[in-house]
Protein backbone atom coordinates (compact mmCIF):
# COMPACT_ATOMS: atom_id res chain seq x y z
CA UNK A 1 0.00 0.00 0.00
CA UNK A 2 1.51 3.26 -1.01
CA UNK A 3 1.25 6.50 1.42
CA UNK A 4 -0.21 9.23 -0.87
CA UNK A 5 -3.52 7.57 -2.75
CA UNK A 6 -3.88 8.30 -6.30
CA UNK A 7 -6.45 6.69 -8.13
CA UNK A 8 -5.91 3.93 -10.24
CA UNK A 9 -7.07 5.35 -14.08
CA UNK A 10 -8.20 8.02 -15.62
CA UNK A 11 -8.98 8.53 -19.17
CA UNK A 12 -10.45 11.61 -21.99
CA UNK A 13 -10.85 12.18 -25.51
CA UNK A 14 -8.19 14.31 -27.24
CA UNK A 15 -8.38 17.94 -26.16
CA UNK A 16 -10.16 17.14 -23.01
CA UNK A 17 -8.78 18.29 -19.63
CA UNK A 18 -8.07 15.43 -17.12
CA UNK A 19 -7.31 15.79 -13.20
CA UNK A 20 -5.55 13.18 -11.14
CA UNK A 21 -5.50 13.27 -7.65
CA UNK A 22 -3.28 12.58 -5.12
CA UNK A 23 -4.53 12.48 -1.33
CA UNK A 24 -1.91 12.22 1.72
CA UNK A 25 -1.87 13.64 5.30
CA UNK A 26 -0.54 16.40 7.36
CA UNK A 27 2.90 14.49 7.70
CA UNK A 28 3.45 14.31 4.13
CA UNK A 29 1.50 16.68 1.66
CA UNK A 30 -0.02 18.98 4.31
CA UNK A 31 3.64 20.49 5.37
CA UNK A 32 5.78 19.97 2.55
CA UNK A 33 5.95 20.27 -1.89
CA UNK A 34 4.53 18.04 -4.25
CA UNK A 35 5.58 16.90 -6.89
CA UNK A 36 4.83 15.18 -10.45
CA UNK A 37 6.45 12.29 -12.48
CA UNK A 38 5.41 10.96 -15.42
CA UNK A 39 6.09 7.83 -17.16
CA UNK A 40 5.69 6.49 -20.40
CA UNK A 41 5.13 2.72 -21.00
CA UNK A 42 8.91 1.10 -20.09
CA UNK A 43 10.69 4.06 -19.59
CA UNK A 44 12.38 5.59 -16.24
CA UNK A 45 9.93 8.47 -14.76
CA UNK A 46 10.17 12.38 -15.73
CA UNK A 47 10.04 15.26 -13.33
CA UNK A 48 6.65 16.98 -14.38
CA UNK A 49 5.44 18.85 -11.80
CA UNK A 50 8.12 20.33 -9.09
CA UNK A 51 7.10 22.42 -5.55
CA UNK A 52 3.45 21.66 -5.95
CA UNK A 53 2.91 24.00 -9.60
CA UNK A 54 6.16 24.72 -11.02
CA UNK A 55 7.35 23.06 -14.88
CA UNK A 56 11.15 22.37 -15.44
CA UNK A 57 12.62 23.68 -18.54
CA UNK A 58 10.80 21.49 -21.60
CA UNK A 59 7.38 20.78 -19.83
CA UNK A 60 4.83 22.03 -21.61
CA UNK A 61 2.22 24.53 -20.02
CA UNK A 62 -0.40 22.01 -20.93
CA UNK A 63 0.40 20.31 -17.29
CA UNK A 64 -0.38 21.97 -14.19
CA UNK A 65 -0.21 21.32 -10.53
CA UNK A 66 -1.90 22.39 -7.85
CA UNK A 67 -2.26 21.75 -3.73
CA UNK A 68 -4.40 22.31 -0.98
CA UNK A 69 -4.88 20.99 2.69
CA UNK A 70 -3.64 17.20 2.53
CA UNK A 71 -4.49 16.60 -1.42
CA UNK A 72 -2.76 17.71 -4.49
CA UNK A 73 -3.59 17.67 -8.11
CA UNK A 74 -2.01 17.21 -11.51
CA UNK A 75 -4.05 18.25 -14.65
CA UNK A 76 -3.50 17.94 -18.47
CA UNK A 77 -5.29 19.92 -20.13
CA UNK A 78 -5.55 19.88 -24.46
CA UNK A 79 -5.28 16.06 -23.69
CA UNK A 80 -2.55 15.01 -26.55
CA UNK A 81 -2.39 10.91 -27.14
CA UNK A 82 1.36 11.50 -26.74
CA UNK A 83 0.22 11.93 -22.92
CA UNK A 84 -0.73 8.18 -22.46
CA UNK A 85 1.22 7.21 -19.25
CA UNK A 86 1.33 6.71 -15.89
CA UNK A 87 1.52 9.74 -13.53
CA UNK A 88 2.51 9.55 -10.19
CA UNK A 89 2.68 11.98 -7.21
CA UNK A 90 5.86 12.24 -4.30
CA UNK A 91 6.46 14.33 -1.19
CA UNK A 92 8.54 14.68 1.72
CA UNK A 93 7.08 12.25 4.71
CA UNK A 94 8.29 14.24 7.56
CA UNK A 95 7.20 10.91 9.85
CA UNK A 96 8.89 8.37 9.11
CA UNK A 97 11.03 10.97 7.44
CA UNK A 98 11.54 10.82 3.67
CA UNK A 99 10.40 10.68 0.17
CA UNK A 100 7.25 8.97 -0.53
CA UNK A 101 5.45 7.97 -3.70
CA UNK A 102 1.95 7.45 -4.58
CA UNK A 103 0.68 4.14 -6.54
CA UNK A 104 0.17 5.73 -9.66
CA UNK A 105 -2.60 6.89 -12.37
CA UNK A 106 -2.79 5.30 -15.77
CA UNK A 107 -3.87 7.77 -17.94
CA UNK A 108 -5.43 6.55 -21.09
CA UNK A 109 -6.11 8.68 -24.25
CA UNK A 110 -9.17 7.42 -25.74
CA UNK B 1 24.91 16.06 -21.43
CA UNK B 2 24.67 14.08 -17.83
CA UNK B 3 23.76 10.06 -18.37
CA UNK B 4 23.27 7.50 -15.85
CA UNK B 5 23.45 3.58 -16.50
CA UNK B 6 22.82 1.15 -13.29
CA UNK B 7 24.34 -2.59 -14.31
CA UNK B 8 24.09 -5.55 -12.03
CA UNK B 9 22.92 -9.11 -11.69
CA UNK B 10 19.25 -9.78 -12.98
CA UNK B 11 18.67 -12.52 -10.83
CA UNK B 12 19.13 -12.95 -6.83
CA UNK B 13 18.86 -15.58 -4.93
CA UNK B 14 16.72 -14.84 -1.58
CA UNK B 15 18.75 -14.73 1.68
CA UNK B 16 21.83 -13.15 -0.24
CA UNK B 17 22.84 -9.58 -1.50
CA UNK B 18 21.57 -7.21 -4.22
CA UNK B 19 24.78 -5.83 -5.61
CA UNK B 20 23.85 -2.61 -8.50
CA UNK B 21 26.15 0.15 -9.90
CA UNK B 22 25.29 3.37 -11.33
CA UNK B 23 27.94 4.90 -13.74
CA UNK B 24 27.70 8.74 -14.22
CA UNK B 25 29.32 9.52 -18.11
CA UNK B 26 29.70 13.84 -18.73
CA UNK B 27 30.03 14.98 -15.69
CA UNK B 28 31.29 14.19 -12.22
CA UNK B 29 29.75 12.56 -9.40
CA UNK B 30 32.45 14.75 -7.35
CA UNK B 31 30.49 17.61 -8.13
CA UNK B 32 28.96 19.27 -4.47
CA UNK B 33 25.80 20.39 -6.90
CA UNK B 34 23.87 17.01 -6.94
CA UNK B 35 23.32 14.11 -4.24
CA UNK B 36 22.77 10.81 -5.78
CA UNK B 37 19.91 8.18 -5.33
CA UNK B 38 18.73 4.60 -5.72
CA UNK B 39 14.96 4.68 -6.37
CA UNK B 40 13.20 0.64 -6.90
CA UNK B 41 9.74 -0.18 -8.67
CA UNK B 42 8.30 -3.12 -7.82
CA UNK B 43 6.13 -4.87 -10.80
CA UNK B 44 3.11 -3.08 -10.84
CA UNK B 45 3.37 -0.42 -8.42
CA UNK B 46 4.19 2.97 -7.40
CA UNK B 47 8.17 3.99 -6.56
CA UNK B 48 10.19 3.59 -3.40
CA UNK B 49 12.78 5.65 -2.51
CA UNK B 50 15.68 3.69 -1.07
CA UNK B 51 18.22 6.37 -0.35
CA UNK B 52 20.96 8.50 -1.48
CA UNK B 53 24.85 9.62 -1.30
CA UNK B 54 26.26 13.26 -1.40
CA UNK B 55 29.61 13.89 -2.59
CA UNK B 56 31.29 13.44 0.83
CA UNK B 57 29.77 10.47 1.15
CA UNK B 58 27.31 10.81 3.73
CA UNK B 59 24.50 9.26 3.36
CA UNK B 60 20.53 9.24 3.83
CA UNK B 61 18.34 5.82 3.97
CA UNK B 62 14.52 4.67 4.11
CA UNK B 63 13.95 3.85 7.48
CA UNK B 64 12.19 0.72 6.25
CA UNK B 65 15.03 -0.85 4.30
CA UNK B 66 17.77 0.87 6.62
CA UNK B 67 18.99 -1.95 8.18
CA UNK B 68 19.92 -4.04 4.91
CA UNK B 69 20.52 -1.15 2.41
CA UNK B 70 24.49 0.23 1.91
CA UNK B 71 24.93 2.73 -0.62
CA UNK B 72 28.53 4.22 -1.61
CA UNK B 73 30.45 6.19 -4.13
CA UNK B 74 33.69 5.45 -5.77
CA UNK B 75 34.72 8.57 -7.00
CA UNK B 76 37.89 7.22 -9.03
CA UNK B 77 35.50 5.46 -11.22
CA UNK B 78 32.51 8.17 -11.22
CA UNK B 79 30.10 5.59 -10.08
CA UNK B 80 28.12 4.57 -6.95
CA UNK B 81 26.63 1.50 -6.10
CA UNK B 82 24.05 0.16 -4.12
CA UNK B 83 24.35 -3.29 -1.45
CA UNK B 84 20.76 -4.84 -0.16
CA UNK B 85 21.06 -7.51 2.22
CA UNK B 86 19.05 -10.38 3.02
CA UNK B 87 16.41 -9.94 -0.17
CA UNK B 88 13.54 -11.57 -0.66
CA UNK B 89 11.13 -12.02 -3.55
CA UNK B 90 9.70 -8.63 -2.05
CA UNK B 91 12.74 -7.08 -3.83
CA UNK B 92 12.24 -7.85 -7.11
CA UNK B 93 11.72 -4.79 -8.84
CA UNK B 94 13.35 -2.34 -11.13
CA UNK B 95 16.17 -0.18 -9.87
CA UNK B 96 16.94 3.34 -10.85
CA UNK B 97 19.41 5.50 -10.36
CA UNK B 98 18.95 9.42 -10.54
CA UNK B 99 20.77 12.67 -9.38
CA UNK B 100 19.32 15.39 -7.24
CA UNK B 101 20.11 18.92 -5.31
CA UNK B 102 21.11 18.75 -2.18
CA UNK B 103 18.10 21.15 -1.42
CA UNK B 104 15.51 19.48 -2.59
CA UNK B 105 14.91 15.89 -2.33
CA UNK B 106 12.46 15.23 -4.38
CA UNK B 107 13.64 16.74 -7.56
CA UNK B 108 15.46 14.14 -9.64
CA UNK B 109 15.91 15.52 -12.75
CA UNK B 110 18.32 13.05 -14.63
CA UNK B 111 17.61 9.19 -14.37
CA UNK B 112 19.44 5.72 -15.66
CA UNK B 113 17.09 3.62 -17.53
CA UNK B 114 16.71 1.48 -14.79
CA UNK B 115 17.35 -2.76 -14.18
CA UNK B 116 15.38 -5.45 -13.62
CA UNK B 117 16.24 -7.30 -10.71
CA UNK B 118 14.30 -10.72 -9.52
CA UNK B 119 14.72 -12.44 -6.60
CA UNK B 120 14.62 -16.02 -7.10
CA UNK B 121 15.94 -19.44 -6.55
Known amino acids: QSVLTQPPSASGTPGQRVTISCSGSSSNIGSNYVYWYQQLPGTAPKLLIYRNNKRPSGVPDRFSGSKSGTSASLAISGLQSEDEADYLC???????????FGGGTKVTVL | QLQLQESGPGLVKPSETLSLTCSVS??????????WGWIRQPPRKGLEWIGSIDYSGSTYYNPSLKSRVTISVDTAKNQFSLNLRSVTAADTAIYYC?????????????WGKGTTVTVSS
Open chain 2, 98 to 110: ARRPPEDPLYMDV
Open chain 2, 26 to 35: GGSISSIRYY
Open chain 1, 90 to 100: AVWDDSPRGPV
